[in-house]
């Protein structure tokens, strides 16, 4: 398969996120899901609660490489696929007042992902250029170091994931 992305970025990108999601389950920070005896419950990331565990400490302004990625995230958000009338389109996700900057940041960093992982960001008829997904994929990059430097517990669990 060809691509016009930066094959490293996707890379970096894609091992960055398994092992962040491998750290949030190893500390403990798994989705609750309703007990159903038939069914043991999947074994999920929880994104949101690590968001609220960073509301306190995460700081933007902390490095003007970390604002500027936030800035772009938040001025710039990844669009979502979503199906209008049975047809896949795309929606502009808009940070809702009650939201703190730290939720919707993950939030788009997810978006990110499964923009790429699910095929989204395939069809060169829409993204004509890479520019785009290019300063997507590394601002959402400079975000996840900086939310990875504010939790010692993630940071650890990180630093062990076999990749």
């Not at 389950?25 to 074994?43: F, I, M, Q, S, Y």
């Not at 808009?94 to 960001?121: P, S």
């Not at 996840?144 to 517990?153: I, R």
Request: net charge negative; aromatic share 8%.
């Amino acid at each position: 398969m060809q691509t016009s992305v930066d094959r490293d970025l996707l890379l970096r990108f894609f091992l960055t996120f398994a092992a962040f999601e491998y750290a949030l389950k190893a500390t403990g920070l798994v989705r609750r899901h309703p007990e159903d005896p038939a069914n043991l419950p999947p074994a999920e990331p929880d994104w949101d609660r690590f968001a609220v565990l960073l509301r306190g400490s995460f700081d933007a302004d902390q490095t003007v490489e970390l604002r500027e990625a936030t800035q772009y995230l938040m001025e710039e958000p990844p669009n979502k696929q979503v199906l209008l009338e049975g047809v896949p389109t795309w929606q502009t996700q808009a940070r809702a007042a009650d939201v703190a900057e730290v939720d919707f940041l993950l939030r788009m960093i997810r978006c990110v992902r499964n923009n790429l992982f699910h095929g989204g960001k395939h069809d060169f008829g829409i993204h004509k250029t890479t520019e785009r997904t290019e300063k997507l994929l590394r601002s959402s990059l400079v975000v996840l170091d900086a939310c990875l430097a504010l939790s010692p517990e993630q940071h650890e669990a990180y630093s062990t994931a076999v990749l």
